[in-house]
């Protein structure tokens, strides 16, 4: 029973985890792209890399937090520009694989010995380069908090005001949405997402409203990043093509076009993940299963399991959870 | 699909092949005087660094696996026979105050985990040789390498009597590929014999000298490249062309190749011929039913391509972890044998490799004939352009794109299997690694088109081998997918697309 109520308590407390909200925002631009311009952008885990790194490598040479932040952003805005201006003219699949691939080799780039100097190449960036200009913001007094069954430091890698400040900024980034989506600009977005013709034929510039819509869900993207490696490293072989996969689970879980979808998808997917993994770890080190199903295959059969939930969320309820099946925009090439 | 067009393909042949004449002289003359250059560098304490009997081994290592957080430092030591010794001790000093002993085994280079990038000092302890293996006098006991992370630095001693040369030069650290997960040997090919041709450089591309001989050598691993690319790649093409989907499960399905290639042939020592057809038959089922299961009922239900495009993205996310579940999550070799190296044209490939580009060049043929000669054939071009127009004359469009399941499966599979054969080591991450470069393959030549997947195969693999020369070589992927968002700036239908595919 004590196994169990750990289990839980781990699984809750992802749903509050800085991972979580960092993949939420993430989900939130790829909502931006996806679900309200119809844009399959395939690389957001390169938005979030470059994110990471810009924000990493301006602190380490001495930029205070917001200008860090600035950077992180003004990194996601040119690389959506440098992809978008070839790509956005052509069919829709053109943008997924243009994307995956820029994000592979930002990840390449990242990790090769070639700028080892600022990118620290394979191994990454230490947390403890970049991570002081955001901890001396923390308004919290020193020591540990407990609420409920959670506890942890109040500032720090895994602390609460990583927890808040991560929360926080998906909130605004939450109202963000909600108040461009609803705006007229926001009605092109989806009217580009119905049908691109007429939009065309109302005389707006569709090839500029996508590339609007690319940047803001880019530097969505990067600021995503920035939260990733706020409690952890910054490491380019994290952010690869399995996080750009996740953050799609993440959206279409939740909903794509619905202002709460990635935020709901983000605390479903990874409390379930975490709660599968540990509860199949606890039952292969606890029980007989361990004979058939060894702690290390865990990670494996979680993996599966999430390409199965992804596949079979396309097929059977590709509205997610809050979606509305007429406003999605997979019918539209 | 513009399969009517083969003359194209044929000319681009010929233009290689009278490029590799033109070429050919330069290359068989400079072979003696680029052996030195490379031994220099990579060797500059040993004053003896003219002829040398150099013998790269090729081996990853059994006890030290490189990945994205390890170096590794590997040693063998030979006779003159080239059998390898075994209970020799060498001792591994470098930076950091690193020092450790490893001993010598006959089955695979001995190498040990070291904590830092940079050069490291071996020292072989001559008393531990075998009393009919000494080392020839004046040898030096020390070599040097360099470890880089992702990457073996290996380094071979020769011993025994009737040795010529005191040692060999030790080997660059070979990077395993830049993706660095991935773990393919690219140094396969650079197992040199005797004159020692054409030792494809590795590492960093400063700190080697330019010659024509290396462009040559890497003009040859790129055709390697290109040919088993373009294997793969067709079927990826087929399927686009035939159903309209970009199947990002296809890459799994070559490393599916390789990863049941590696259990039947390697765990379950079957031959190499009976082991790959098995693993063959096993991966076109799995194309049937995939079709059967899941692409069928969701064509019958009109499911848009972008739908089907993020189906078989989980489809891969799973295949990916099933093959991490069958073959574990390190590097793995088909055949654990040292490759045999044999120079034609000037060009040295292992054995396996020559055998493999022959292999995928006769299927490459039989598949263009299959699509311009065969009823069928015929039918799947016919409904690539157009499916209704081809179901109103009377084709099956159901049974043709069956077919092309099986075809792009099992094409993918032999692809796979060819390439954990003739490249040295792999890992489950070998089929997104090469996903990407496959799609900048079609998209190069033309998405949709037969022989576009050809045409841009071949040039994604010259590209990400002749890359190697000027750039460093964990960055070459990297050159071919800039290549691809070039493409799509410039000529978006890629090289033998048409305009009206793109829209």
Redesign the interface.
Same mark, same amino acid.
């Given at each position: 029973m004590d196994e169990f109520l750990r289990i839980l308590t781990q699984s809750l407390a992802e749903l509050i985890a800085p991972t979580t909200a960092a993949y939420a925002l993430a989900a939130i631009g790829l909502n931006l792209h996806f679900g309200y311009t119809g844009l399959l952008n395939m690389g957001q885990a390169g938005f979030m890399l470059l994110g990471a790194y810009g924000f990493g490598i301006a602190t380490i040479a001495g930029a205070p937090f917001f200008l860090a932040l600035l950077v992180a952003l003004v990194a996601g805005l040119i690389f959506a520009l440098l992809l978008g201006i070839p790509t956005l003219q052509l069919r829709g699949d053109y943008l997924a694989i243009v994307t995956i691939s820029a994000a592979e080799i930002i990840r390449w780039i990242g990790r090769s010995t070639w700028l080892q100097e600022w990118t620290g190449g394979a191994s990454g960036l230490q947390g403890r380069n970049y991570k002081g200009t955001f901890q001396d913001l923390s308004p919290l007094p020193d020591g540990r908090t407990v609420i409920g069954p959670l506890e942890y430091i109040n500032t720090g890698s895994d602390s609460w005001w990583t927890r808040i400040f991560a929360w926080g900024v998906v909130a605004l980034a939450l109202l963000f949405v909600w108040l461009v989506t609803r705006s007229p600009w926001g009605r092109v977005l989806k009217g580009i997402r119905e049908d691109e013709d007429a939009v065309r034929a109302l005389g707006k510039n569709v090839y500029s409203y996508k590339l609007q819509s690319l940047v803001l869900g880019g530097m969505l993207g990067a600021l995503g990043g920035v939260l990733y490696v706020l409690p952890i490293t910054i490491a380019p072989d994290a952010m690869g093509r399995t996080m750009t996969f996740f953050v799609w689970t993440v959206l279409l879980l939740g909903g794509a076009a619905t202002v709460f979808g990635p935020v709901l998808g983000a605390m479903i997917f990874f409390g379930a993940y975490m709660f599968m993994r540990t509860g199949m770890r606890a039952l292969s080190e606890n029980t007989g299963v361990g004979d058939v199903i060894s702690t290390t295959n865990v990670e494996q059969i979680g993996g599966m399991l999430v390409g199965i939930t992804l596949m079979l969320l396309v097929i059977f309820r590709p509205q997610g959870i809050l979606g509305n099946k007429k406003e999605l925009a997979f019918n539209v090439r | 699909m513009t399969t009517d067009r083969p003359t194209r393909a044929i000319a681009l042949r010929r233009t290689v092949a009278a490029l590799a004449i033109a070429l050919a002289p330069a290359v068989l003359a400079s072979p003696p005087a680029q052996a030195a250059p490379g031994a220099d560098a990579a060797h500059t304490s040993s004053a003896a660094t003219s002829t040398t009997a150099t013998r790269l081994a090729t081996d990853v290592a059994t006890d030290c696996k490189p990945d @994205?957080?390890t170096a590794c430092v590997a040693v063998v030591v030979m006779n003159d026979a080239g059998d390898r010794i075994a209970d020799a001790e060498v001792t591994i000093t470098g930076p950091g105050g690193f020092d450790e002993t490893v001993t010598t085994t006959a089955d695979a280079p001995a190498s040990v985990a070291v904590p830092e990038v940079g050069r490291y000092t071996l020292t072989l302890d001559p008393a531990s040789l075998p009393a009919g293996e000494q080392l020839p006098d004046g040898a030096s006991t020390e070599l040097q390498v360099t470890a880089?992370?992702?990457g073996t630095g290996r380094a071979a001693f020769q011993v025994g009597g009737e040795a010529v040369a005191p040692e060999s030069p030790s080997a660059e650290a070979t990077t395993t590929a830049?993706?660095? @997960?991935e773990g393919t040997d690219a140094g396969t090919g650079t197992t040199t014999e005797g004159d020692g041709v054409a030792t494809a450089p590795e590492g @960093?591309a400063s700190e080697r000298a330019f010659s024509w001989g290396q462009v040559w050598q890497q003009f040859g691993s790129g055709i390697r490249f290109g040919l088993l690319l373009a294997l793969a790649s067709i079927g990826l093409n087929l399927v686009f062309g035939t159903t309209g989907m970009?199947n990002f499960a296809h890459g799994e399905q070559f490393a599916l190749g390789a990863a049941l290639g590696f259990i039947a042939i390697n765990q379950m020592g079957m031959s190499i011929w009976v082991g790959g057809l098995l693993t063959i038959a096993v991966c076109a089922l799995t194309g049937v039913a995939q079709d059967a299961a899941?692409w069928r009922p969701?064509r019958r239900r009109g499911?848009?391509?972008?739908?089907l495009?993020?189906?078989s993205?989980?489809?891969?996310?799973?295949?990916?972890?099933?093959i991490?579940?069958l073959i574990g999550?390190g590097s793995e070799r088909i055949l654990s044998a040292n490759p045999r190296p044999l120079t034609l044209l000037g060009i040295t490939l292992s054995t396996t490799s020559w055998i493999s580009m022959a292999v995928a060049l006769v299927c490459l043929i039989g598949f263009a004939l299959f699509l311009t000669r065969t009823r069928l054939g015929r039918a799947t071009r016919a409904v690539s352009d157009n499916p209704a127009l081809a179901s109103a004359t009377g084709i099956d469009p159901d049974k043709v794109v069956r077919v092309v399941w099986i075809l792009a499966t099992a094409f993918a599979a032999l692809a796979g299997l060819m390439w954990g054969i003739s490249f040295g080591s792999f890992n489950w991450q070998l089929g997104?690694q090469l996903l990407?470069l496959m799609?900048?393959a079609v998209?190069l030549g033309g998405l949709g088109t037969a022989f576009g997947a050809l045409v841009g195969s071949i040039l994604i693999g010259l590209v990400v081998e002749l890359s190697n020369l000027v750039?460093?070589s964990?960055?070459r992927?990297?050159s071919a997918?800039?290549i691809?968002?070039l493409v799509?700036?410039i000529r978006?239908q890629g090289i033998l697309g048409r305009r009206e595919r793109?829209?």
């Open positions: - | @994205d957080s880089q992370t992702g830049p993706g660095g @997960d @960093d970009s899941i969701l499911t848009p391509v972008m739908q495009m993020i189906v993205i989980g489809l891969s996310i799973t295949l990916q972890y099933v991490q579940l999550g997104v990407l799609f900048a998209t750039i460093q964990d960055l992927y990297a997918l800039v691809l968002i799509l700036l978006p793109i829209g």
